[in-house]
């Protein structure tokens, strides 16, 4: 697991000749580790070029001996060059880089070089990512401009040899490597000041009226424009930037002269006695709204938001003749009423648009990475937005002149999300039909035929995409899975059908519409592939992973069983390799609340999942791997949620079915799995032994820690945790806050019934654990100690929530839970467990 390689970015040229590669190269000996969780690295990628005339491939960047990564490959509207990020030292930097910085390969000179000495603004990974940024418009359209699916650009051409470029200031320390590095580099500037004794150690955070001030809570970021032809650059502006929440929005407009900013300036300060409307993080950013022309000399013009809407949430987008930008925002820190607004760049005012009553529908919406977007620019003069009253959302036809009219008006359930077509119009996916939009007679049509079953949406994936055609995915069958190009740019729609290899994921079309690109992770390795659509053949472009070919998978198979309350649920089982159907076998229960099974292509049968994660790994030592299906998240407002009700079912079918031996059952779990094993322990004896990781034990001081990577975020690292949200509106679904009523978080935590345990516990947590600190874990383990009970709690400094930044501690995190469960799950005398 720890020798795979990764696609992170696959990208065609503009002319559909070339494809670049974002490669991760395994995690072997020589790298460097301790940035992120290491399966999302990107400071171990290299950019790959492969000719989709000849095949031929070519590793452009050669990052290894230097341990060095280059990834975020972008390529330039003409496709001579490729713009991306690297940590490549040079010079007397260390090994594995000090900084990210902007790199240039240009296909005349095949040499790639760095453009500026500044460090680059980067978006971190995984989890709820620091520095978020939200770049759109240039050549490439008004999609959010992407590095991967796990990280967003900090950079966009805007012509054949320009790029604009958020930078640090000289001096500053990209996120990438900064987030994990803080913390450390902080204890080393504290144990100096106690050692030499002059200088106190002190932090201070604070709120309400003693709030540290803007300039205190903020740092910044440059806009530049960078030439490729001069490797030089001019600086535009000065920018706000806050680390934790919203994302820092450049919006460039058609004309490419002048872009929109929204820049984060911190959390929205509570008021007493409000609850906070949170949909999802950026809605507690407090942001700024402003413009700026792209040239040097003027910087931002920032725009005073009117009195009844102070908080911008989020830019949709400017119109076509680049005068003005949509947006929505909010009153106060505790109202979800989102109105739309039109912010004019000409005379900097505002206008409220829309019926009174109505705001913008957020519903499935989240920030820069939305799934769905609901508001668009139809024309100059007028906006498509989907608006509600908190009962029913409609899509609207708004003019800037006050004409409002609603057009879905005969659907009676209301149209999902629309796309952009790319050719002016716009499209939905509704009850298995293609919708357009007639924006003449102001109303939607559906098609006659029928799209195929199952039909989903596969590319474009951003909603703000726009694409002359569609790539619609069905129903997967073993001979692959039946896929539709639907062409928009035509007086009726038309669908050509073609099949790709089974669990083959498309990412991109052809600008000629000959062929698909995909990629496909099996057990036999990972592919690269194109289908060339005349004629249905599969070509393989890059072939990565052929040691697991010769690897001996445990079989995966389907369980149903009656869960709580006489439902039908679904589990997934691993079989050890060599499996004997004369045997019974002890078995491993991985569970997760909120979860469930629907078939083999499930999320943890994956065959390429990482580390500790893969759970071939304990089945390949003797066990079999239950995953049952337990759809509930919520707690009872009595207390624990009860999940033995969807657990239990399941271990005793396998013991019904012969495979498993009831004496030797064990069950294991992380994050939300971890609290789901602390839950389960507390109710039921029937496991032999758990396994915690990364899991809530007590509700009330989870929801009010501080999250333990923020330090030295100077008077914000209260700020950072979003662990309250969490608690308050998702996994315990209480929708109120532990002080407003502890006994209720108490009810609901593992550790207030910690006396009932009898399973021998294994507990694992990482130091710099986002979701929950490791006092999570030791309270649970003190409470056990003092009543003499078994149990071994495995601390890992440093580490994550994943608790994968280094491979060392993954080898020992997966040797810790085999000697665990080989202790109280081992043989019988008729099956041999080997930790």
Same mark, same amino acid.
Request: with cysteine.
């Given at each position: ?9 696959? =990208? ?96 005349? =000179? ?62 500053? %320390? ?38 540290? #001030? ?15 032809? =001069? ?68 910087? %931002?013009?920032?725009?005073?938001? #009117? ?65 769905? &977007? ?222 469930? %099974? ?56 396998? %013991? ?42 007590? &509700? ?136």
């Amino acid at each position: 697991m720890l020798d795979l390689t990764s696609i992170d970015q696959v =990208t065609l040229s503009p002319s559909g000749g070339s494809v670049a590669i974002v490669l991760q190269r395994p995690a072997r000996p020589g790298e460097v580790f301790g940035r992120t969780a290491y399966e999302v690295d990107p400071s171990r990628a290299d950019v790959w070029l492969v000719s989709l005339a000849t095949l031929e491939r070519r590793n452009l960047t050669q990052g290894a001996e230097s341990a060095a990564g280059y990834w975020c490959a972008t390529w330039s509207p003409d496709g001579t060059k490729i713009a991306m990020l690297s940590t490549q030292p040079e010079g007397a930097e260390p090994r594995g880089g000090d900084n990210v910085r902007l790199y240039l390969w240009n296909r005349s =000179t095949s040499a790639v070089v760095r453009l500026s000495e500044r460090p680059v603004m980067t978006q971190t990974r995984y989890g709820s990512p620091l520095h978020r940024l939200d770049l759109r418009g240039g050549p490439a359209g008004d999609a959010v401009h992407r590095c991967s699916n796990e990280e967003n650009a900090p950079f966009m051409w805007l012509d054949n040899h320009r790029l604009l470029v958020v930078m640090l200031p000289e001096g500053e %320390v990209s996120g990438l490597i900064d987030e994990a590095s803080r913390p450390f580099r902080h204890a080393e500037r504290t144990a100096r000041a106690l050692a030499e004794g002059r200088e106190p150690t002190v932090t201070a955070v604070a709120s309400g009226a003693a709030r540290m #001030p803007e300039a205190e809570r903020t740092s910044q970021a440059e806009l530049w424009v960078v030439d490729s032809r =001069t490797n030089g650059g001019e600086r535009l502006a000065t920018l706000p930037i806050y680390p934790f929440r919203g994302e820092l929005t450049v919006d460039v407009a058609p004309d490419r002269r002048r872009a929109a900013i929204l820049a984060t300036l911190g959390t929205i300060p509570p008021e007493p006695g409000a609850r906070p409307m949170m949909r999802y993080e950026s809605w507690m950013a407090e942001k700024r709204l402003g413009f700026v022309t792209l040239a040097p000399g003027e910087g %931002v013009q920032w725009i005073t938001m #009117p009195a009844d809407a102070p908080y911008p949430l989020e830019l949709f987008g400017w119109s076509p003749d680049s005068r003005r930008v949509a947006l929505r925002a909010r009153a106060s820190y505790g109202t979800g009423i989102t109105p739309l607004y039109v912010a004019s760049d000409l005379d900097r005012s505002i206008q409220r648009i829309g019926p009174e009553g109505l705001w913008v529908d957020d519903a499935s919406a989240g920030s820069v990475d939305l799934r769905e &977007f609901p508001t668009f620019w139809a024309d100059e003069g007028r906006l498509l937005a989907r608006l509600g009253d908190g009962d029913r959302a409609d899509w609207w036809l708004l003019s800037l002149e006050g004409k409002y009219e609603k057009i879905t008006s005969q659907w009676v359930e209301p149209l999902p999300a629309l796309r952009r077509s790319g050719t002016g119009g716009f499209f939905a996916l509704s009850n298995g039909r293609l919708v357009t939009l007639d924006l003449t007679r102001r109303t939607f049509v559906a098609s006659s035929d029928p799209l195929p079953e199952g039909a989903a949406l596969a590319w474009p994936r951003h909603p703000q995409s726009a694409s002359p055609v569609i790539l619609l995915k069905g129903n997967e069958s073993e001979e692959g899975r039946v896929h539709s190009l639907v062409m928009l740019d035509r007086a009726a729609p038309s669908e050509r059908r073609f099949m790709l290899p089974p669990s083959a994921e498309p990412v991109a079309i052809g600008p000629k519409r000959d062929l698909v690109l995909w990629t496909r992770a099996s057990r036999r390795g990972l592919h690269l592939g194109a289908t060339v659509l005349d004629d249905g053949r599969h070509r393989d472009l890059l072939c990565a992973n052929h040691h697991l070919a010769s690897v001996r998978w445990g079989e995966t198979r389907l369980v149903e069983y009656e869960g709580s309350g006489g439902q039908l649920r679904k589990a997934g089982i691993i079989l050890p390799p060599g499996y004997l159907p004369d045997r019974r076998y002890p078995v491993i229960t991985w569970i997760y609340p909120g979860f469930e %099974v629907r078939n083999l292509d499930t999320y943890f049968l994956h065959p390429h999942l990482p580390g500790i994660y893969n759970l071939q790994l304990y089945a390949a030592q003797g066990y079999v791997v239950l995953i049952p299906s337990i759809p509930r998240t919520s707690t009872a407002p009595d207390g624990l949620p009860d999940y033995t009700g969807d657990v239990l079912p399941a271990v005793d079918r396998l %013991v019904d079915m012969g495979i498993a031996d009831e004496r030797r059952i064990g069950v294991m779990g992380q994050s939300f799995g971890g609290f789901g094993v602390y839950a389960l322990v507390t109710q039921t004896n029937r496991f032999r032994a758990a396994a915690a990781i990364a899991g809530i034990t007590d &509700f009330t001081t989870h929801y009010n820690e501080f999250d333990r990577a923020a330090r030295d975020y100077p008077g914000i690292e209260h700020e950072k945790s979003i662990n309250w949200e969490i608690t308050e509106q998702v996994a315990p679904g209480f929708g109120i806050s532990s002080f407003e009523d502890p006994d209720l978080y108490a009810r609901a935590s593992p550790l207030r019934y910690v006396t009932q345990v009898q399973t021998p516990m294994l507990l694992i947590h990482g130091e710099h654990d986002k979701r929950g600190p490791m006092t999570q874990a030791e309270s649970f383990f003190y409470s056990l100690y003092r009543q003499g009970k078994t149990a071994r709690l495995l601390r890992y400094w440093g580490e994550s929530h994943a608790l994968a930044q280094s491979p060392a501690n993954i080898r020992n995190i997966y040797e810790e839970i085999l000697a665990w469960f080989a202790t109280y799950l081992g043989p019988d005398g008729d099956m041999p467990i080997e930790p």
